[in-house]
């Protein structure tokens, strides 16, 4: 994503390191919930976006247009987590209703068409579901506030491999590009690395002092980074087992909710509590840009599958388009 935008000459401003400053800038505002807005989701094709919201809806929008293409009812609006399947024929929604649900959508339709679907779900996890993630169309990996992340069998409604070696709530999770490794974040301020073909962690990275809640694998497959409550994000390799940088400034008081990277690595986005989306330089640990939300809380930083955009979501009800 990041090379193929713009770059201005350097800048220097108060507790930001010289570099050179990209220059994103909001390009849509995606304007249709009524509650604040937890999770979102990109599809394969990036085009399309699946959104979910304590006002009890899952929205898939037309980011090109920025209509609404489905408006989903959810059993539950206390959803936390959401994905779109590769195929782009499915939707899953977690949250506190320790459920995992699968709704069946088709994009083959006029904009803003409202939805009364009826879910598949995933019943298996004691607590709440954080995060959900389609392994293909007919798998889908959960994690929860029961210390445990699940690998289940979309057609079976069973689970096939239970991960429980947390110590707490599992915040997060990232799934490599060749769908055999996955990493989970939690509350006991560590990250394991786990083969979907055993039960057992592969590695444990740990360095946070607090609740790791994102991470998320670089494209080249061996590094990852971390966003935690304790305010920093943090740069590992599976080979070495160790951290290789630390994204953070004295000024940052508040926790990470999100972390994502650009398509070439270059960039590291993290979203924090106090409504700012950080770009920081993945070698060099330098702050490059502040996208803000004006003071409302960040739940999610997404960037496209094309590298092309970044989405940010925010508790003001609202998804803006950054490029």
Known sequence: MAEKFPLTSAAESK?????????????????????????????????YMVSASQDGKLLIWNVMTGMKNHAISLRSSWVM????APSMKMVAAGGLDNTCSIYDVSLNVSDAVQREA???????????????????DRK????????????????????????????????????????NLFLTGSCDATVRLW???????????????????????????????TGSDDSRC???DIRTESELNVYHSDRILCGVTSVDCSASGKYVFAAYDEGIVRVWNTLYGQLTQ??????????????????????????????RVWA
Request: glycine content about 6%; hydrophobic content about 40%.
């Open 15 to 47: 507790g930001v390191a010289k570099t050179a400053k990209t220059e994103f800038k909001v390009r849509r505002v995606l304007r249709g919930h009524f509650g604040k807005v937890y999770a979102c989701s990109w599809a394969q094709d990036s085009k």
């Open 81 to 84: 987590a959401t994905d779109f």
């Open 118 to 136: 009826t879910p598949v779900e995933l019943v298996g996890h004691e607590g709440y579901v954080s995060s959900c993630t389609f392994m293909d």
């Open 140 to 179: 889908i990996l959960t994690t929860s506030g029961d210390a445990s992340a699940i690998l289940w069998d979309i057609d079976k409604l069973a689970s096939t491999h239970k991960f429980s070696e947390h110590k707490a709530d599992v915040m997060t999770a990232s799934v490599s590009k060749d769908k």
């Open 195 to 225: 083969d979907v073909r055993t039960d057992a962690s592969v590695k444990t990275f740990s360095g946070h002092e607090s609740d790791v809640n994102s991470v998320k694998w670089f494209s080249n497959g061996y590094t990852f980074v």
């Open 234 to 236: 943090m740069l590992y």
């Open 290 to 319: 502040e996208l803000s939300t004006e003071g409302s809380r960040v739940s999610s930083v997404k960037v496209s599958p094309d590298g092309q955009a970044l989405v940010i979501a925010s508790w003001d009800n609202l998804l």
